[in-house]
RNA sequence: GGGCGUGUAGCUCAGCUUGGUCAGAGCAUCUGCCUUACAAGCAGAGGGUCGGGGGUUCGAGUCCCUCCACGCCCACCA
């Protein structure tokens, strides 16, 4: 707890604002607070959400179950950081809000971890037995499971961890079986042999998501394939030799003229001896290789759909596990398909049949998972057909019922949907949902809900559950609907929070998960399971380079949080997520926005030790402090004043406008900008003549902690740990709840906004910015002395008159007096104001003068476009008035700038 | 073979949807300061013909075309 700390007095929220600020230590470490703020929010129960008797509407975001693999990524700090983001704020805001957590089975990627586990043990699944193997892995997911919950909570997400959820939990198998079940009965998911993508290595099919086309130098093989009762023969090419081991036809194009003769005649099959009809096929590209093409049906996509149009069958060659059967032949049976290929070329040369080998470039699909080259295999199967669901997936984009963000992901995924196929959803593996199918001594198929329903389908008790089990994403599709109660139509959450708000994740999910989601969602809520996408980019290193182990530029997100706080890690990761765009993750930068931690720290620290003076100066004003600003803001107030709640306002509007477009970057802009060179570089130094002077100042005071007050609020979704701490801080009567993580969010007053004050704040500032640098050109100390004359008109010296005090304070100066300055003076037109300044100095270096022949060399040269600009008739009558009105002010600008520094240089 | 994205200060990136105070931020660099909130700080300064070319327009990082260079996704030429 804070407590352990900070001592006694910062553990209770409503201990005396003098206490809190002496216990504020000088040193900022995040380490000291952070974990005890994520215990405490913890104990308070603040982010379980009530379903009934909720106040505010449902605000829900659902996470993407990080896998039970092993430790969170970077891509998982940037997700939950963001997630965390909206919903901290939206909590804030009043809404309902909830985060529901968990954790995904990710079937083969655990499944590998625990039989590698295994190996190390010198055991394996097989020896172990399917029964034994499931408690592994459960014992895994264990451990897993709550690594992954620390890690979460030690970047202070608030998720309701009452709510969490495991996609192989009994909930999740119950939406499993029961969306299996209605769509198998729909026709939608059916048993099949079909040709399927097969990882030998694993064992198992895979999807055509899970089968990564890589380039390959191979070399394509022709070979002669001799006629049938008669002299010559056929040459064919094939990238896959081996293969040719289960040909069954040859096929040419039908309106090539080379083989039009042959259709309908056989060729022989070298090594084997089988013949082969010659068939002919729009599919065969004339100019590509011969022009000839030997099938093999079983072994190749292509070659089994010309195979089905033509009524012939294959023969499995290759097994599942790579190796060659019994029907490849006695020679090369129990051979490795890559073994095989040496060994059928060498036979082809033997017989001198090898005609020919060329290098050739060729995509080959690979496993994703592991590696190797994937075998096109024909296998029983169960698939999925989303044909029409993926149509009102489609529209649902296109209608804005599911916003994409940003929306150049539309095209993308109007082309995936549009070319959809069905899905293989059985895998050979132990770890995941068992398919709910089971099989009578007959061999007849029943898909049940339950053993016993299937036994009553069946009508016999003697059932064998089918082996297989479902592709992960299968499971997490349902995530949605799962989570929040379905198939129960009426469980409270899915009323209440279904369908949920947003859904942040990666870009490389958007097909594997996002799509399946909304698919599923559609099917059977009729709704879609979110109404927005966020989608993030990669995490890169400094360089831009994407992180993997191998190359191991990999950053831990924990090390960071222990290096940075994970409030600067939030803030970094929020700051550089950029719709559309890969994020460079650089630690300078993250030192970077600790150093804004340190700021924020340190802001608060001279507040509070301010007002901690006046207060032992005996002034009992406690009340006034923080409390109904908007009662006395008007004319009461002064410049700086109304300047800094002025800036507050923009910033407000602002935050929450960028909250809502989903850009987060600009939002951290925006509060790092306010809070750093608006609030602290501007408004703080300003107050300091306020707060240390005899005379009170209440409504400096009350100012400085209610600015205070709503920056930690405004900042708090980004940076929780430290804004909680510090705003716990603040005089009791500027808080009005017990934790800043549920005090509400501040809302724009429009009123307050004054864009007249502030352009003549920027006067000021840029007044003071030239006085600093008058001294700094000429190489002076800030303490040498320096006077300012206001040679102009006087209504443009209002400003500047009015905050005369302030302006000395801050350029430190002797005097602001009206009226011509010295001769010597040094001159300018700051703002539309005639200024000069006197400083007892020795004339100004060359690098002065330099600097103003630059300058004026600038100006002429703007000047010189400006007049352009002005002397053209189509200008003038084609651009809007105000433009041209701009240009001409701008004219007049240039032109007394052009003549003060002609004048300071024409001294020479 | 399609589709998408990127190219703006030394570095990493905003800005481009709605053309005219947008040429910006952070970091880095240079100079001077321990000015009692913060040296994880303060103050000041330098630095870019917005990838090349063409076009539209009174006016273009901003719209159109084209070229170049990277990156990603999808794709059953064996």
Redesign the pocket.
């Known amino acids: 707890m804070t407590g352990e700390t900070h001592q006694p007095e910062a553990e209770s929220a409503s201990s005396q604002a003098s206490s809190d600020a002496q216990t504020m230590d000088?040193?900022?470490?995040?380490a000291s607070y952070e974990a005890a703020w994520q215990r405490r929010w913890s104990d308070a129960n603040l982010f379980c959400c009530p379903t009934t008797d909720a106040s505010g509407e449902p605000f829900c975001v659902l996470i993407p179950p990080p896998n039970v693999t092993g430790k969170l990524h970077m891509g998982h700090a940037l997700q939950s950081a963001l997630q965390d983001l909206m919903v901290r704020w939206r909590r804030m805001q009043g809404y309902n809000a909830l985060w529901l957590p968990g954790t995904d089975h990710a079937g083969i990627a655990t499944q590998l971890m625990v039989e590698r586990q295994l190996e190390s043990e010198g055991s394996s699944r097989i020896e172990l037995g399917r029964e034994k193997f499931e408690e592994r892995m459960w014992e895994w997911k264990q451990t897993y499971h709550s690594n992954i919950r620390d890690q979460l909570e030690r970047l202070g997400s608030s998720c309701d961890w009452s709510r969490e959820r495991f996609t192989l939990d009994e909930g999740l198998n119950l939406a499993v079986r029961t969306a299996f079940v209605r769509m198998y009965r729909e026709g939608l998911i059916y048993r099949g042999e079909y040709m399927v993508n097969w990882s030998p290595i694993l064992g198992t099919a895979i999807s055509?998501?899970e089968?990564?086309?890589k380039?390959v130098q191979g070399k394509?093989y022709h070979i002669a394939y001799p006629l049938e009762g008669e002299d010559g023969s056929l040459v064919?090419?094939?990238?896959?030799p081996e293969?040719m081991l289960g040909d069954m036809a040859v096929?040419a194009?039908p309106e090539d003229e080379r083989y039009r003769h042959l259709i309908g005649q056989n060729a022989i099959l070298p090594l084997i001896g089988r013949k082969l009809p010659i068939i002919a096929d729009e599919?065969?590209?004339?100019?590509?290789?011969?022009?000839?093409?030997?099938i093999?049906p079983f072994h190749?996509?292509?070659?089994y759909?010309m195979a089905s149009r033509h009524g012939i069958g294959g023969l499995r060659v290759i097994d599942f596990d790579g190796r060659m059967t019994s029907e490849a032949g006695p020679e090369f049976e129990g051979l490795d398909r890559f073994e095989a290929r040496a060994k059928v070329l060498d036979r082809l040369r033997e017989a001198e049949l090898l005609k020919d080998v060329v290098d050739?470039v060729?995509?080959?699909?690979h496993s994703q998972r592991s590696g190797e080259p994937v075998e096109p295999m024909v296998s029983d199967q169960w698939f999925c057909n989303m044909d029409q669901v993926a149509e009102r997936a489609l529209r649902a984009v296109e209608t804005d019922e599911l916003e994409l963000h940003?929306p150049?992901?539309n095209?993308?995924w109007r082309?995936?949907l549009e070319?959809i196929?069905p899905w293989v959803i059985s895998r050979q593996l132990w770890w995941g949902h068992r398919v709910p199918a089971w099989y009578d001594p007959d061999g007849n198929c029943h898909v049940a809900m339950t053993r016993e329903e299937a036994a009553e389908l069946a009508g016999t008790d003697e059932l064998r559950q089918d082996d297989d089990v479902l592709d992960t994403w299968f499971s997490s599709g349902l995530w949605p609907l799962s989570t929040l109660g379905w198939p129960d139509e009426d469980a409270p959450d899915l009323k209440t929070f279904y369908p949920t708000s947003v859904l942040i994740t990666g870009?490389?999910i958007?097909?594997f998960w996002v799509a399946r989601m909304v698919m599923m969602g559609l099917q059977f809520s009729d709704q879609v399971p979110f109404r927005a996408v966020h989608l993030t980019g990669l995490v890169?290193d400094?360089?831009?380079e994407?992180m993997s182990k191998t190359k191991g530029n990999t950053l831990d997100p924990l090390e960071l949080v222990e290096e940075?706080?994970a409030d600067?890690v939030r803030f970094t990761l929020c700051a550089?997520d950029?719709?559309?765009?890969?994020?460079?993750l650089?630690p300078?930068?993250m030192?970077?926005?600790?150093?804004?931690?340190?700021?924020?720290?340190?802001?608060?620290?001279?507040?509070l030790?301010?007002l901690q003076e006046e207060s032992a100066g005996g002034a009992d004003r406690g009340e006034n402090r923080g409390g109904d600003l908007e009662v006395s803001h008007s004319s009461q107030l002064g410049d700086p004043e109304r300047w800094i709640l002025s800036r507050l306002t923009d910033t407000i509007e602002t935050v929450n406008r960028k909250f809502e477009d989903y850009?987060f970057?600009?939002a951290c802009?925006a509060l790092?900008?306010f809070f750093?060179?608006e609030?602290?570089?501007?408004y703080?130094?300003l107050c300091?003549p306020a707060l240390?002077g005899d005379a009170p100042r209440p409504d400096v005071e009350k100012t400085l902690v209610y600015v205070l007050d709503q920056s930690l609020r405004l900042l708090h979704p980004v940076m929780p740990h430290l804004t909680e701490e510090v705003w716990q801080r603040l005089p009791e009567e500027a808080r009005d709840t017990e934790f800043l993580a549920v005090a509400s969010y501040p809302t724009a007053r429009t009123d307050w906004r004054d864009e007249r004050l502030e352009?003549e704040f920027e006067g000021i500032?840029q007044l003071?910015?030239?006085l600093?640098?008058q001294?700094?050109?000429r190489?002076?100390?800030?303490k040498v002395p320096m006077r300012l004359f206001l040679e102009g008109g006087d209504d443009t010296h209002r400003v500047v008159l009015d905050n005369a005090p302030l302006i000395s304070h801050l350029a430190?100066l002797e005097s602001i007096e009206v009226g011509p300055g010295p001769e010597r003076a040094t001159r300018d037109l700051i703002a539309g104001i005639e200024v000069a300044a006197e400083i007892d100095a020795p004339d100004e270096g060359p690098e002065l003068k330099e600097?103003l022949r630059?300058?004026l060399a600038g100006v002429e040269k703007e000047l010189g476009n400006a007049r352009g600009?002005l002397g053209?008739?189509?200008?003038l009558?084609?651009?809007?008035e105000h433009?041209?009105e701009?240009?001409r002010a701008?004219l007049a600008e240039l032109e007394e700038r052009q003549a003060v520094l002609l004048k300071e240089l024409g001294d020479d």
Request: net charge positive; aromatic share 10%; charged share 30%.
């Open positions: 000088k040193r900022f470490d995040p055509d998501l089968v990564e086309m380039s394509l064919v090419a094939t990238t896959r293969t096929a194009h599919h065969v590209d004339p100019e590509f290789g011969t022009g000839l093409v030997k093999t190749d996509l292509n070659d759909e050739h060729h995509n080959v699909g940003p150049t992901w095209k993308t082309h995936w070319n196929r870009f490389d958007l097909f890169r400094a360089k831009g994407k940075y706080g600067a550089l950029t719709p559309g765009r890969d994020i460079p650089d300078q930068r030192a970077g926005y600790r150093a804004f931690g340190n700021k924020i720290w340190n802001a608060t620290r001279f507040a030790t301010r850009r970057d600009e802009g790092h900008g750093w060179h609030l602290c570089d501007w703080i130094e300091k240390s352009a500032q003071v910015t030239w600093r640098a001294r700094k050109e190489g002076l100390g800030a430190r600097r630059k300058e600009r053209n008739e189509q200008f009558s084609k651009a809007p433009v041209v701009g240009v701008r």
